[in-house]
Each structure stands twice: as C-alpha cells, then as structure tokens.
C-alpha cells in the first residue's frame, strides 16, 4: 500500500513536469507522453532498488535519456536549439496591434538565439525556472543537486545571457 501512495505521488506531481519540460526542449507532445509513459513504468520496476530520496531526478534523468536517445534514431541533435515554436508561444504578446505584434514577433526570436548561445546547463536552468516555472527546491529535486548550486547557477545563466544580449546589441 505503501508503494501505491509513493507511485501516486510521483506520477502526480514530477511526471507533468517532466511533460513539460520534455515540450519545452523541442520533443513533440506525442513523443513526451510516451517518454512519460515509458519512465513511469520503468520507474515501477525499479521501484525497490531507487532510492526515494534520489526518485525525482532519477525519473528526470531517465526520461532525458530516453529524449536523447530519441533524438539520435532520428539523427536530430537534442537541445541544439530550443524549438521556436516554443519560445514565440510561451512568451506573451504586448497586445494586438499589428506593429506590436511584429516586434513581439522579432524579441522572441532574438530570445531564442541568445538562449541558443548558451551552454545546454544554462540553457536548461533558464528553461526549468522560466518556462516551466519550477521553484529552486524543484529544480534541485530533479538535478539532484543542492539549492544553492541551482541558485548560483541560475545567476551565472542570467548573467551569461544578460551578456550575450548585450554582445548581439539587442538593447
């Protein structure tokens, strides 16, 4: 009974956001139901030999590594750069007058090759707090890595893209 209240809760609140963030990289709403599909039954076989304190990033990681090997079959290059459909969705419009909308439009891109030069850790933190808005805590949970790491790193992704925008002279 015990493992059917951990199996639910796991299934609840880490495999949404494992969707999410699978969407959120360029995977295809299809192919990330069946990455989850798939991670939460290998998650019920290896139920007993995970340890319950590492099952978030354990589930992150092999639904990440079922992506990538994804990707390879079909010779595409994970995280190469982050889908555009994805960025010009999730970012929102400043209102519906054509002129705005264009300019809208030509950030969006340019968020998105900035987000593009950065190096995949970055760019996955930014994505993970940004986009899928996970807290600090969430973060660490699925990197399996301290909160205060996941905070300096995040500052480290900020300041490096902050930097890159300013280099491309998008000010």
Known sequence: MDN?????KMFASKMNIIYKYLVKIGCS???????????FFKAIVHLETVDPDKMASWLFKVALNSYYDLCRKNKKLPLASLEMESILNNMPAADYLPENYVLDN??????????????????????????????????????????????????????????TWRGLNYE
């Open 4 to 8: 059917e209240v951990l199996l639910e």
């Open 106 to 163: 030509e950030r969006k891109k340019q968020v998105a090759r900035v987000l593009n030069d950065l190096s995949p850790v970055y760019k996955n933190l930014l994505v993970l707090k940004y986009m899928v808005e996970l807290s600090y805590r969430e973060i660490a949970e699925l990197l399996d890595i301290s909160e205060q790491t996941v905070r300096t790193y995040l500052y480290r992704a900020k300041q490096r893209f902050k930097d």
């Open 29 to 39: 709403p299809a192919d990330a139901e069946d990455i989850v599909q798939d991670t």
